[in-house]
C-alpha cells in the first residue's frame, strides 16, 4: 500500500515537471511567426518578390504589400526579420504594425523605424526591426506592411518554399487594400511570452 502511494506521488510529480518543462514561461523569447526556412539551405527564395516603391520611384508605381498573422498566445512582440532588395532610389522602407479591418490591412498600431534593403541577389541576409515590446493578444489578427519611401523601388523577398496564404496589395490607382491567395514574403517574427 505504501509503496503504490509513493509510485502514485512520484508519476504526478514527473508528470507536472514535463508539463512544467514543455510550457513557455513568462518573459521566454518566442516565435511568433515564421515563413523563413531555419534549415539547412536559403532562408528564402532569392529570385522572386513583391515589387515595394514609390510615386517617386523609376517606375513610379506606388506599392505597399501587407501580410496577416495570428498569434497562439499572448505575446510582447520585439523583432520583425525581413528579406527586403533595394533595387533603386533612396533605400529607405517603413514597416508599420497594422490592426486588422476585415481581412486587410487596418489602423496602424505601431510605426518601426524606417530600414534600409539590401542588394539583390544576396543570400540569407535579412533586415529587422525592433520594439521594447508591443502587446499582442492570441487569436487576433495583425498585419505587418512594408511601404517604400520618397524615390525607393524594392521587392519582399518569397519564402524559399513558395508557401501560399493571404497577401494584401495597394496600388497606386487603388483606393483599398487587394486581398488575394498568393506566394507568401520571407518573415520571421520574434516576442517574449507574456503571462
Given at each position: 500500500m505504501?509503496?503504490?502511494g509513493l509510485l502514485g506521488r512520484s508519476l504526478a510529480f514527473l508528470m507536472l515537471l514535463v508539463a512544467a518543462m514543455s510550457s513557455t514561461w513568462a518573459g521566454e523569447r518566442v516565435e511568433v511567426y515564421s515563413t523563413f526556412n531555419l534549415g539547412r539551405g536559403?532562408?528564402?527564395d532569392l529570385h522572386q518578390s513583391w515589387s515595394i516603391e514609390s510615386n517617386g520611384s523609376f517606375w513610379s508605381n506606388k506599392s505597399y504589400v501587407g501580410i496577416p498573422f495570428v498569434p497562439s498566445r499572448d505575446v510582447s512582440l520585439r523583432k520583425v526579420l525581413l528579406p527586403i532588395w533595394?533595387?533603386?532610389g533612396a533605400n529607405a522602407y517603413y514597416v508599420s504594425?497594422?490592426?486588422d479591418e476585415n481581412g486587410v490591412p487596418g489602423a496602424f498600431l505601431?510605426?518601426?523605424d524606417s530600414i534600409e534593403g539590401m542588394a539583390p541577389g544576396v543570400c540569407c541576409e535579412v533586415v529587422s526591426v525592433t520594439s521594447?515590446?508591443?502587446p499582442l493578444t492570441a487569436g487576433q489578427t495583425y498585419w505587418i506592411v512594408v511601404k517604400a519611401k520618397a524615390d525607393t523601388a524594392g521587392g519582399w523577398v518569397f519564402n524559399v518554399w513558395n508557401n501560399e496564404g493571404i497577401v494584401a496589395f495597394k496600388r497606386k490607382e487603388q483606393a483599398h487594400w487587394q486581398p488575394r491567395t498568393d506566394v507568401l514574403p520571407a518573415i520571421r517574427i520574434l516576442g517574449e511570452a507574456m503571462p
Open positions: 505504501k509503496r503504490g536559403a532562408k528564402y533595394h533595387i533603386d504594425l497594422r490592426a505601431h510605426n518601426f521594447r515590446g508591443i
